[in-house]
């Protein structure tokens, strides 16, 4: 039999490695929104990539259905509103799709003092999604689960 067909990353890399204007941005990306290291970021790159594609492609081709389908799904993740359209999903940025992550949504609930503290308190399974245990702190959380977060088994101290 041949062999299986090798795995390939869904996530694109980019492609000047050594552009000083990127690198820059995406320090400061990495420091605004808590992330350990740039795959996080190249994945939040590719959601945001894949939404996109399919809002052009769907534009094009003026069909109804799909549109609604992906408006649909969008705004499940609070990244547009009810009422928005395909130039809404197109005017998308990257930084809309960090500040889904369950890491920056505890951190900006108050949850967590700082962005390591939300990600600390994920990984070691304190934060509870209704009725979920979620340890990924690159979860993006849909809107109607935000208000169900909960932090079990771990006392915060406010500063």
């Known amino acids: 039999m041949g062999d299986p067909k090798q795995q390939r990353s869904r996530i694109e890399s980019p492609l000047k490695a050594w552009d000083k204007r990127r690198i820059e941005s995406e320090k400061a990306l990495l420091k ?4 350990r290291r740039t795959r996080e970021l190249r994945r939040a790159e590719s959601i945001l990539r894949a939404f996109r594609r399919q809002a052009r492609e769907t534009g094009a081709t003026k069909n109804e259905k799909g549109q609604k389908e992906l408006i649909a799904r969008v705004s499940r993740i609070s990244l547009v509103g009810d009422k928005s359209n395909i130039d809404d999903v197109l005017g998308l940025n990257v930084n809309d799709v960090l500040s889904r992550r369950l890491q920056t949504i505890l951190f900006k609930k108050g949850m967590a003092n700082t962005l390591a503290q939300s990600r600390q ?3 070691h399974g304190h934060v509870v999604l209704g009725t979920k245990r979620i340890v990924w702190p690159s979860f993006i959380v849909p809107k109607e689960l935000e208000d169900r977060i909960k932090i079990v088994g771990v006392d915060v101290k406010r500063r």
């Open 32 to 35: 605004e929104f808590g992330l």
């Open 121 to 123: 308190m994920i990984t």
